[in-house]
């Protein structure tokens, strides 16, 4: 299965753009990158996946290199609100290793600073 | 769709006792995960499975058993409760895609 490493913290300040990056060095063929977003008290919440280069949606960019060794996660102008936690998970889309298993890791915890 | 329901909401259990966390979903989705949480840290999957009738082991499933009769329920049974399962338990669901929804928790306190 790979194993993903994440800082365990960063802060940052309201309007700044953040940047979290994730390493997956045994990451597999068939995998994909996502990421979730946990507030306190709440499930996780899926964020953004991808394969190869860069995805973006409404909330997040994500930036994957040609190696797909590791992945950024890019939110853009945070907000107070965008306090939490932000997990990456790799796995193919039957789950880590074929087999349906998804594991979360440390996950970093974002704190946004007026 | 209610998505992913979980009962109860909270529960306090003495040693010793056992209980069975339900889980729920309406998406007609294959995979379900049952996952447990402790304070200030992430989450550690417990079992899962890959449709009804399929069921296998994750990251620390000592002390909980699962069944999946159907593809809707996924119940999560605690024997012989210990303080160690002191945790809020997250149960999730999803399809052939990757994208995880999940419940709004268990908040389970043994004592």
């Known amino acids: 299965l790979a194993k993903t490493t994440q800082p365990i913290s960063m802060d940052s300040y309201e309007g700044q753009e953040v940047n979290i990056t994730c390493s997956h060095n045994n990451i597999a063929t068939n995998d994909y990158i996502t990421w979730y977003q946990q507030f306190p008290s709440q499930g996780p919440r899926f964020i953004i996946q991808g394969y190869k280069t860069k995805v973006t949606n409404e909330v997040a960019s994500l930036f994957i290199p040609a190696d797909r060794k590791s992945s950024t996660l890019s939110l853009p102008r945070v907000s107070l609100s965008d306090t939490a936690v932000y997990y990456c998970l790799v796995g193919d889309r039957r789950g880590s290793g074929n087999t349906g298993k998804l594991i979360f890791g440390q996950g970093t915890t974002l704190q946004v600073k007026p | 769709n209610a998505g992913v329901t979980q009962t109860p909401k909270f529960r306090i259990l003495k040693i010793g006792q056992s209980m069975t966390l339900q889980c729920a979903q309406d998406m007609n989705h294959n995979y379900m995960y049952w996952y447990r949480q402790d304070p200030g840290m992430g989450l550690k999957l417990i079992y899962y499975?890959?449709?009804?009738?399929?069921?296998d082991k994750g990251e620390v499933p000592n002390g909980y058993n699962v069944s999946r009769s159907t593809t809707e329920d996924f119940p999560l049974r605690l024997e012989l409760a210990a303080p160690s399962q002191t945790s809020v338990y997250f149960c999730?669901?999803?399809?052939?895609?990757?994208?995880?929804?999940f419940g709004p928790g268990t908040r389970l306190t043994v004592t």
């Open positions: 499975s890959v449709g009804a009738g399929i069921t």
């Open positions: 999730a669901s999803r399809s052939e895609g990757y994208e995880q929804y």
